[in-house]
C-alpha cells in the first residue's frame, strides 16, 4: 500500500488483483448514478433498475441500499455467469430493522420464470428465519434432488458476510468466516446453465415479473468458478471488514 502523497499516478490495475476464477466482483459504489462496475477482467458490470437502489455507506466503502418495493440491479447474462460446475458466491448483506415476510433475495442467477435457476442466495422468512442457499443442475425448484441448504437465523441491524459453496460433496453455507451448515447432494454434479440474468435484490418471478424484493444493503459481491477453501473464505471475512485478528502487518518504508 502507498499512501501520503497526493501527487503520485495512480498504477492499479484493478482487473489483476483478481485470479481468473472471479468472474465477478462487484464492490457496489455508482459507477454512474445508474451502473455500479465489476472489478475482474470480464467487466460483467450491473444496471440499476428504472427506480434505483441508493449508494450508501457500506461494510466496505459503498454500498447499494434496496427498498423491498421495486429495487433491484441487474447484470447481463454472459458466458462467464454461466457456471456448470463448482462454485463461491458471496457477499455481504445489511439487514434492516424489520424484514419482509417473504423470500429476501440477496444475488445470483435464480429466476422462477421459465424454470432458469442456477445458483443465489436469499433469506427466508416465514415459517422460521434462515440464510439460504439455492442450485440446481436442471433449473427447477427441486429437480430430482431437494436443492436448497438452509443456514442459521440472522438478526436485524446487522451485517453478515454470506457464503455458498458448492462442489461434488454438496452445499455449504457460511456465516462471518465460519461454516453454518452443510448438506450432500447424491447424484448432481452439474448446475443448470441458462439464460437467466445475475440479479441483485429482487429475482424474476414465475409470471415474468420482479418478485422477492429485498430490504437493507448489499456490498462486495462476488462470484468465482471454484469451490474456495474453509480457510480462503475465513480470510475474506477476516481482511474484508470482520475480524481482522488473523491477518498480520510489516513495518512502514518510508520513501
Do not use: C
Amino acid at each position: 500500500m502507498y499512501y501520503g502523497n497526493n501527487t503520485a499516478a495512480d498504477a492499479s490495475t484493478m482487473a489483476a488483483v483478481w485470479d481468473g476464477d472471479y468472474k465477478g466482483v462487484w464492490h457496489q459504489n455508482d459507477v454512474t448514478p445508474s451502473t455500479i462496475f465489476d472489478s475482474t477482467y470480464y467487466g460483467n458490470n450491473g444496471n440499476k433498475s428504472d427506480n434505483s437502489p441508493t449508494e450508501v455507506d457500506g461494510k466496505i466503502g459503498k454500498a447499494q441500499s434496496f427498498n423491498g418495493i421495486d429495487n433491484y440491479i441487474t447484470i447481463p447474462d454472459t458466458y462467464s455467469l454461466e457456471i456448470s460446475g463448482p462454485f463461491t458466491l458471496s457477499g455481504w448483506v445489511g439487514l434492516p430493522t424489520t424484514l419482509k415476510s417473504a423470500n429476501n433475495f440477496f444475488f445470483g442467477k435464480w429466476a422462477d420464470f421459465n424454470n432458469n435457476r442456477s445458483y443465489g442466495m436469499w433469506y427466508y422468512v416465514g415459517g422460521g428465519e434462515k440464510l439460504t442457499l439455492g442450485a440446481s443442475d436442471d433449473g427447477t425448484w427441486k429437480g430430482d434432488y431437494w436443492n436448497i441448504l438452509e443456514g442459521s437465523k440472522l438478526f436485524a441491524n446487522t451485517w453478515y458476510y454470506v457464503t455458498g459453496v458448492f462442489d461434488a460433496t454438496g452445499l455449504k453455507v457460511y456465516i462471518n468466516g465460519t461454516l453454518s451448515t452443510e448438506t450432500t447432494l447424491p447424484g448432481i454434479t452439474s448446475i443448470d446453465v441458462n439464460e437467466s440474468n445475475f440479479m441483485m435484490g429482487a429475482i424474476l418471478g414465475s409470471t415474468g415479473v420482479m418478485s422477492n424484493y429485498y430490504k437493507g444493503a448489499i456490498d462486495e459481491v462476488r462470484i468465482s468458478d471454484v469451490a474456495r477453501s474453509a480457510s480462503w473464505i475465513k480470510g475474506e471475512y477476516s481482511y474484508g471488514g470482520g475480524d481482522n485478528t488473523s491477518l498480520t502487518f510489516g513495518t512502514e518504508i518510508e520513501q
